[in-house]
DNA sequence: GATTGATATGTTACCGATAACTCTAACTTA
DNA sequence: TAAGTTAGAGTTATCGGTAACATATCAATC
């Protein structure tokens, strides 16, 4: 490997006049700056990033944790927060939790092993409290995505999911539906329980009952086996008329269980979700959606997360936003 | 931060000793090593891997370049590479290209500075190839995943294309198909080439003439505008009864546009492609499909990889490894 | 009792860069 | 002409680890 103590030695000037002319720093004659290029050029050469990161005290490399890299929800996200990163100079390594919090710690490990500048983290659940606590405890910044953490203090970025469910009961209640089912994610994510809160506003706001047995918690994941919902299905009685699902991929296996009983939607059955399915995926676009700004998501989170790396812990006041969703109308909602 | 020689200071040590405490190297008594295990959790040390890559001169950090984040061919190839790298204690750095070569060249530069160990490359194409002599220049091993490019060896990964591109056009000439068009990727992308080829012996093989205008060739990643496929829709005279997609992207936005014209899969015309849709977003899997072992190129593809990197540049044979693939015969394709 | 060997630990140099300070001409300025 | 500036370098220490070599202690051996 190249250093810069080869272009120093066969340019004839120091190691130091070398690292200035790197960093355009100092004062350096235009002859001395031409020459030590010239050397780099030859010499093929390139910077050192660990020696680099060891003496400045920074890697210049973030952390994106998503939970489902196979959700084009966070893969959008993923986008949104890699386009401000590159921006700004900044590598970014993926995380993939799958919503496994052993998983989670894992990755926790090879944040502060790397000495990651920040974090971007989508948690697994309420249960990452401790993962978060160890990135504050050893001064790592971050910004939680889409989920909040009880009992830790941080920027946030999260989706107005109250609000879509409530505009989601609406659409229905709006379409005639008075027994609606929610398949939602665990209660352990508050991205869920403020989905959960939204319907149960939204019922009584229409003078509906909440009915225990019309909600159904299971992963925010894909599962490989749909048996847990389908005893769900057959469970209800009477049947719901319509069905809110807590996230695309429960929109969409949810589907596959009503459809293997011989339902289809919207004729028999009425569904609306949260999140768009993969767009490329979809030939044919018909569920109603509450469709959330992934793309914003990361995008703006990675700006809040370089803006407190930049601020370098002066402390300010946590920033929480909260995007607001689009209520997409399509198909999947009949009028009774 | 805490380093060893806080550690050191507090448990009445040399920095060695600490350090062969951590890495489990050398004669330790028992009394020491508990003892400084012990003033390592009180401290909360968490080894520096900056520090340790620079005198070690290996990052353990690898880089996976795929070309389309948004395609679960690729999110899938990504976990196997994960899971296999993980396994292994390496942490896996990803690059998306958008198939884009100025992209992959910012890529390629990160890599060198980052001083990866290696890296797992599925090349936006032909002219990849002086980003390849780059990576050969500075000694960093790479394996191939699913495109070759002429010029330079390497390990590499691929799926058997021209088989796969024979198989889909004889299922549709079994059902009796005798004009089929084929929407591809550019030709300058190996694979590409491969199922143009299979294309065209599957044809000669079953006495059907090749027609240049029913080949398209289009980009493999997802595009903002569909001019392009419609042009060619309506300017193929007589059009085709069925189609090859080259990929699942082209088939999803080929049938977006046959839709758009009223053409219904499979009743108005038939359809089959290479690789799966998106699993989760498919309420009902239709297509017939070649599908290739996306989670085998990652997972195989860093094994690969990983040897090459343990036998340290020991020079052995290039192995290129061709995947099978399955055809899965489902509904897209109406017997005449 | 001197030598040897094994065990446990310490010292020093170095990985490749940069910060902070120092040095040296040449050029001003009074 | 002596003193002060300034542009354009160079020197040294350091970031946090590890390899290689050195050293100290003690038991075993002749």
Known sequence: MVTIYDIAAKAGVSAMTVSR??????RISDKTRTKVKRVMD????VPNQMARSLVLQQTHLLFLMIT????????????????????????LLFGNTDENLDKEKDYIDTILKTRADGVLFAPAGDASLPHLEMLRKHGVPFVLLDREVPGIDSDVV??????????LVKQLVDGGHRR??????SR??????????GYREALKL????????????????PRSDLSEIDAWLTRMDPPPTAFVAGNNVLAVELMRSLRARGLRVPEDTSLVCFDELASYAEIDPFL????????????????MLLDRIQSRGEASAWRKVVLPAELIVRRSVRQL
Chains 1, 2 share one sequence.
């Open 21 to 26: 002319v790197i960093n355009n720093t100092g």
């Open 42 to 45: 030859e010499l093929g050469y």
């Open 68 to 91: 489902d890299i196979t959700n084009p929800f966070y893969t959008t996200l993923a986008r949104g927060a890699e386009d401000a990163a590159q921006k700004h100079g900044y590598r």
């Open 158 to 167: 999260l989706g107005d999911s109250k609000e879509g469910a409530r505009r």
């Open 180 to 185: 609606i089912a929610l398949l939602n994610g």
């Open 188 to 197: 352990t994510i508050s991205s869920a329980r403020e989905r959960l809160e």
């Open 206 to 221: 229409n003078d509906l009952p909440f009915d225990e047995q019309l909600v159904l918690e299971a992963s925010f994941g």
């Open 288 to 303: 109603t959606v509450i469709a959330q700004q992934a793309y914003q998501f990361g995008h703006l989170g990675m700006q």
